[in-house]
């Protein structure tokens, strides 16, 4: 059964990863930790149901996914350091 799902697998890694670092951005941000978990939680459970449902659909399409995927997180990534680092050097200089 996990086979199926061995073409999505970077996806998988690195999307977690990402969901880790937009969620430290939110709180560095100032969100409140509870509804930024309780949103995280419901966001993985409805990607988990989409990919479920439609992994049969997608895998033709797998390498444009991945392509695709591993840029949309590789770009958050990058805008949540500029973030982070922006605000360490803002509250550097108060």
């Known amino acids: 059964m996990l086979e199926q799902y061995l073409p999505f697998m970077w ?3 690195f999307g977690n990863i990402e969901n880790l ?3 430290s951005q939110g709180v560095v ?11 995280s939680i419901i966001i ?5 149901i989409l990919g479920t449902v439609a ?6 399409y ?9 840029l949309a997180i590789f770009i958050l ?6 973030g ?5 050097r803002s509250k550097g200089d108060a």
């Open 84 to 88: 982070a680092v922006k605000n360490l």
């Open 77 to 82: 990534g990058i805008q949540a350091v500029v």
């Open 55 to 60: 992994t049969d659909a997608a895998m033709q």
């Open 29 to 39: 941000e100032g969100v409140n930790p509870k509804v930024l978990g309780l949103l």
């Open 21 to 23: 670092i937009l969620a």
């Open 11 to 13: 996806l998988i890694i």
């Open 62 to 70: 797998s390498n444009i996914i991945n392509f695709i995927g591993g």
């Open 44 to 48: 993985v459970i409805l990607w988990f």
